[in-house]
């Protein structure tokens, strides 16, 4: 009797380690890498909700009052994979003027998410743009100083999550434009991103800016 129950707590912590282990699998399939396409453009929305819960996760948000329709789109898709950040979002665009955009990354900053953004210096500047906001609130924002456009158009989520594709940040491009967004956890494609931001970011630190010419010095 006594080695019978001697070998019983050894059996219970077995079939204890066996069960964790299958719910370690179970949460390993469910939760797979994202990866999904998204098609614009996208039809007007409410967003609304979306913006209010990211503001306050713990409040419950009440109806919206605006006429806009509510449901599911490829717009309000893109925006809660960009609200899902929580701990860092590098942002490499061309053009920046969607307010709903701008809101949610400056929530995302005030939520003390890291923000890094580069852009090009001469859309930075266009009625519109959401580049002055970002600054006002505190985000990092370096831009191009080349004859060419910086014309990458991607943003990575917690060094992660890459979305990138055709579409511009602005509203004229998500509700009128045939575009398209790619939005993947894949290693090995997010990396080689990652090593393209860092390397603009060095180059268009302010510190290199030359705003004459040495012609004109």
Known sequence: MWAAGARRPGLVLAALAALGLALEALVARRRRPVR??????????CTEALLAEAASP???????????PHGDCAFSRL????????RSLELCLFA??????GR???LLHHRGVRVRVVTDAQYMALKGSQ???????????????????????????????LITGSLNWTT???QNNRENILIMEDAEYVQPFLEEFER??????????????KENQ
């Not at 925006?79 to 929580?86: E, F, K, T």
């Not at 920046?96 to 955009?101: D, K, R, T």
């Not at 603009?200 to 010419?213: G, H, N, R």
Request: glycine share 4%.
């Open 200 to 213: 603009i970011w060095e180059i268009y630190d302010p510190l290199k800016y030359m705003f004459f010419s």
């Open 104 to 106: 949610a990354v400056c």
């Open 79 to 86: 925006l809660r994979h960009l609200l899902s950040a929580r």
């Open 131 to 161: 580049i002055g906001l970002l600054r006002h609130a505190g985000i990092q924002v370096r831009h191009d100083q080349e004859s060419g456009f910086m014309h990458h158009k991607f943003a990575i989520v917690d060094r992660k999550m």
């Open 36 to 45: 999904e396409v998204l098609f614009f453009p996208s039809r007007p929305s």
């Open 96 to 101: 920046f003027s969607s307010p709903q955009l």
């Open 172 to 174: 004229e491009a998500i």
């Open 58 to 68: 713990d409040d419950t948000p009440g109806p919206c009052p605006c006429p806009l």
